[in-house]
């Protein structure tokens, strides 16, 4: 038994977020299991999952018990991976198997953070993902997410502009920062809400959550509404909001602006277009049959 390789086995098996994927993670926990029992080479035809749970077998184990648990973990259920009893003389594999339980606890909640959140943007037909703040890799998404990214023919480019977008919130001051943006690419517009989240039970570093919708052809862009109507500053952004049925409470929210500040551009917008209320405006907006004209790239 190597104990001098105990400690960075229990740090691998309690830090599955580390990995990018459960596969990878399984992966490198069994290569430093491997180290602390002093094992050789990996058993013929056999799983990672499997390899580990000879390694790490004790007495009064029931078959299959790491595949129970992670099944348990993915469904949301409480598996345990440690037996009802387990000896002292064994400890150090004890140790290590405390820490997977760490591990797949906390593939558990991720589960089901996945899945109220998903539910929640799937039911607003909004994209939604996760990504970790220190280094902008993606850890959660919904379904809707992966959708618009299989349609857009330029995905490396959206996920590319995506990635900045979060970068630029994460690096940004303010505990409760929300960023609003609108994203443009050949043929089609998106629209980004990026906002930060503390670190929490769930992740032990602070995190980005970014929402994204395409717009659809019933309403113009921003850049649309510069050049057809005349639009300046964030009136645009303010008039779609306005279009969509935000309250100027929420527009000021979403675009870090007074909701003073909100009723005066609205004010300004209605009055160039020669309009009387957010009904009207949305009307137009939709019903305007607006001549795109070209519009040099950025």
């Known amino acids: ?66 595949e129970t648990a992670l099944d348990s973990a993915a469904t949301g259920g409480t598996g345990s991976v440690l037996p009802p009893q387990a000896a002292e003389a064994h400890l150090p594999v004890v140790s290590l198997r405390c820490a997977l339980a760490a591990g797949l606890s906390m593939l558990h909640r991720l589960h089901g953070w996945r899945s109220t959140l998903g539910q929640v943007c799937d039911d607003v037909n909004a994209g939604m993902a996760v990504f970790r703040a220190n280094e902008l890799r993606e850890i959660a998404r919904n379904g809707r997410w992966t959708e618009l990214l299989e349609e857009e023919p330029k995905r490396d480019h959206l996920l590319d502009l995506i990635t900045r977008q979060a970068g630029y919130t994460a690096a940004s001051v303010g505990s409760l920062r929300e960023d609003y943006r609108e994203l443009e ?27 994204m919708d395409r717009l659809g052809p019933e309403l113009p862009t921003t850049r649309e509404l510069r050049v057809t109507f005349g639009l300046r500053g964030r009136e645009p952004q303010v008039a779609l909001l306005a279009a969509e049925g935000l309250s100027n409470a929420a527009i000021a929210q979403r675009l870090r602006l007074s909701a003073h500040t909100v009723r005066h551009y609205l004010e300004r917008v209605l009055g160039r277009l020669g309009l009387h209320s957010r009904k009207a405006l949305a009307l137009h907006l939709m019903g305007a049959e607006r001549e795109k004209q070209p519009v040099e790239p950025r």
């Open 1 to 66: 038994m190597n104990l001098a390789a105990l400690v960075p086995a229990i740090e691998v098996l309690m830090s599955p977020l580390d990995w990018g994927s459960q596969d990878a993670w399984l992966a490198r926990g069994l290569e430093r299991v491997r180290d602390v029992v002093g094992a050789g080479e990996s058993f013929a035809e056999t799983s990672p999952t499997a390899e580990l749970e000879q390694l790490l077998r004790l007495e009064g184990d029931e078959p299959g018990w790491l």
């Open 185 to 211: 690419l050949p043929g089609r517009s998106y629209r980004l809400i990026a906002k930060q989240v503390p670190a929490g039970d769930l992740l032990p570093e602070a995190g980005v959550l970014v929402l």
